[in-house]
C-alpha cells in the first residue's frame, strides 16, 4: 500500500505540472515571457533533442508562433511584433528548416509590413520636426555648456590675477 501511494504522488505531481505547463497564456506579458524562455531553452538544447524531444518542441512552437500569436496580435507593439518574427526565424533556424518563411507569409509578414508603413510616416510626418527640436536642444545645451566653460575661466584667471 505504500509503494502505491509513494508512485502516486509523483505521477499526480508530473500530470499537474504537465496540464499547467500546456496551457494558453493569459495575458500578453506572459505570452512574450513564455515565447523567450521556450526559445531560450531550444537554444540551449537543440542538438540533445531526440525525435520526441523535437516533436515536443514543435507543437509549442506551433502554439506560440500561430494559434497564441493571433490570440495577442492585435495587443502587440510593432517592436513586440518584430520580436516574435525573429524568434520564429531563429526557432527554424535551429531547427534546421525552411518552414519560417510560410509562417512568416501567414502570420508576420502582414505586422512587419505594417511597422514599416508606421516608420515611413513618421520620417514622412514627424522625423523633420523632431530632429529640429533635437537640434535646438543640443544648441541650447552647447551654449549652456560654453557659458559655464566661460565663467570657469574667468574664475580661474581672477583666482592667479588675485594670486591664489
Do not use: H
Request: contains cysteine.
Amino acid at each position: 500500500m505504500k509503494n502505491k501511494f509513494a508512485i502516486t504522488i509523483p505521477t499526480f505531481t508530473l500530470i499537474v505540472f504537465l496540464a499547467f505547463s500546456c496551457l494558453a497564456p493569459g495575458t500578453k506579458e506572459s505570452y512574450l515571457q513564455g515565447f523567450e524562455k521556450f526559445i531560450d531553452r531550444v537554444k540551449m538544447n537543440y542538438r540533445d533533442y531526440s525525435n520526441n524531444d523535437w516533436k515536443w518542441a514543435d507543437s509549442k512552437f506551433e502554439k506560440y508562433a500561430s494559434e497564441w500569436y493571433k490570440d495577442f496580435r492585435n495587443e502587440l507593439s510593432e517592436v513586440e511584433k518584430l520580436k516574435v518574427a525573429g524568434w520564429i526565424v531563429e526557432y527554424e533556424s535551429l531547427r534546421g528548416r525552411d518552414k519560417f518563411r510560410d509562417l512568416f507569409n501567414k502570420f508576420i509578414k502582414e505586422d512587419v509590413g505594417n511597422a514599416r508603413k508606421d516608420v515611413e510616416k513618421y520620417f514622412k510626418k514627424d522625423f523633420d520636426s523632431d530632429l529640429s527640436e533635437a537640434v535646438e536642444g543640443a544648441k541650447e545645451i552647447g551654449d549652456s555648456a560654453l557659458k559655464v566653460l566661460g565663467d570657469i575661466a574667468r574664475e580661474l584667471k581672477k583666482k592667479r590675477k588675485d594670486g591664489n
